[in-house]
């Protein structure tokens, strides 16, 4: 066993960062995504807000459309993200108590959505070209329960540990660690540190398989330093609907979706 174990890193460590990162970002999406999202933030004197969501999603999460249907004082609100290569994202908040549609700006992706424990930034995608990546370190988890360090808890499930450290762009973060399955390329754990190296965020992913694709079910985050918790479950899965790229202008923002 132990042999299998020294064979199976040696093979972990034959993959440089980047070309993981590469695996990871070219994972067979569908074309559009449309979900419902139950969110829940606990603050750290334990007062639940539990928000109704409903979103639209296109090429791989590169353009996002999100429409708040509850609380009722949050009824209306809308978000909208492009994501472009070559400049700045496109997110706009769209308030209708105050008829106004919020742009924003790349030094305030750091900021709250909505309250919650995501930022920004957190909702929008990683580009390759703007981090550095390391595979640090491997967890193989063994059929009977046992394995090789504490990261995670996954019987029979191995586990690319992948260091990510912006390069040359504004991030309210200094590195990202995340665990990575070895034959998925899917995200499962990821600590996310502040500036300072402090640990700021953990956050945990659970995912449902679609015909051939694995979608997110459920995000969980957890503030460390603010001792907050978010929760986002994602139900009413439907892919592949024929979603046009002329939804995600602002025009839509402000028209609730049919049911």
Known sequence: MKFLIVLFISIIFSMTGEELSILMDNRESPNDVSSELNMEITNKKGRVRKSKIKSISKDNNAKQILWFLSPADDKGV???KIEHDNQDDEIRLWLPGFK???????NKKADSF?????????????????YTFEITNSNIVLADGSHT???????????YILESTPNGIDSEYSRHVTWVEDDTYLTIKEESYDKNG?????????????????????IFVENIQKKSTTKLVFSNLNINTGVKNKLFQEKNMKRLPRK
């Open 78 to 80: 809308s978000y909208l």
């Open 100 to 106: 106004k549609i919020r742009r924003i700006s790349s």
């Open 114 to 130: 909505m309250g919650s424990d995501l930022s920004y930034e957190d909702m929008t995608s990683r580009q390759i070209k703007d």
């Open 149 to 159: 360090n504490d990261n995670t808890d996954t019987p029979g499930k191995s586990y």
């Open 198 to 218: 402090n640990l700021l965020k953990l956050k945990k992913f659970k995912y449902q398989l679609i015909d051939s694709f694995n979608l997110v079910s459920e």
